[in-house]
């Protein structure tokens, strides 16, 4: 079984967020971006990272869109996520039966997705899509900074990249 990443997973990860800022709804790159921030939240100004610290984390924003949308699946199957068409096209919120299911949740990982989602929901929530874009951006050139900013091997030519 695919512990990390599985439907179910992004699909707790999605609930509680959404729980969070109930009763607003989010569209999907609002969701990937705020899934990375739940995990990642200290490389973006928060709280301690629920997840460690990769070099490659923000590749992952380029394959999490089908991640997110499998749990998203699985929640709205279950009841507590629902589809909603708004002026700005499709997005989901969570429904009223999700903050009495997300309550009774006391494992530790999601306890700490709890705190996290506080977080980011007053942080990247409220954003529009515009400044979502600017905060990603600026996230993404500091992540290509650091990520070009290794010692290059003794007799590396950098004419070969």
């Known amino acids: 079984?695919?512990?990390?990443?599985?439907?179910?997973?992004l699909g707790m990860r999605t609930l509680v967020l959404l729980n969070e800022i109930f009763p607003e709804s989010l569209d999907i790159g609002h969701l990937i971006f705020c899934d990375h921030a739940l995990l990642h939240s200290a490389e973006l100004g928060g709280p301690a990272s629920i997840h460690p610290k990769l070099p490659a984390a923000p590749g992952e924003l380029g394959?999490?869109?089908?991640?997110?949308?499998?749990?998203?699946?699985?929640?709205?199957?279950?009841?507590?996520?629902?589809?909603?068409?708004?002026?700005?096209?499709?997005?989901?919120?969570?429904?009223?039966?999700?903050?009495?299911?997300?309550?009774?949740?006391?494992?530790?990982?999601?306890?700490?997705?709890?705190?996290r989602a506080q977080w980011v929901a007053m942080e990247f929530a409220p954003l529009s899509a515009a400044q979502l874009r600017d905060r990603m951006s600026s996230f993404f050139t500091r992540w290509s900074e650091e990520f070009f900013d290794v010692d290059m091997p003794t007799g590396f030519d950098e004419g070969m990249l």
């Open 63 to 115: 394959i999490k869109r089908r991640l997110v949308e499998s749990g998203l699946r699985v929640m709205i199957r279950a009841g507590l996520v629902e589809m909603v068409v708004s002026g700005e096209g499709i997005e989901y919120k969570a429904t009223d039966q999700a903050a009495s299911f997300v309550d009774v949740l006391e494992a530790e990982y999601l306890l700490k997705l709890k705190e």
């Open 1 to 9: 079984m695919k512990a990390l990443n599985s439907p179910v997973e």
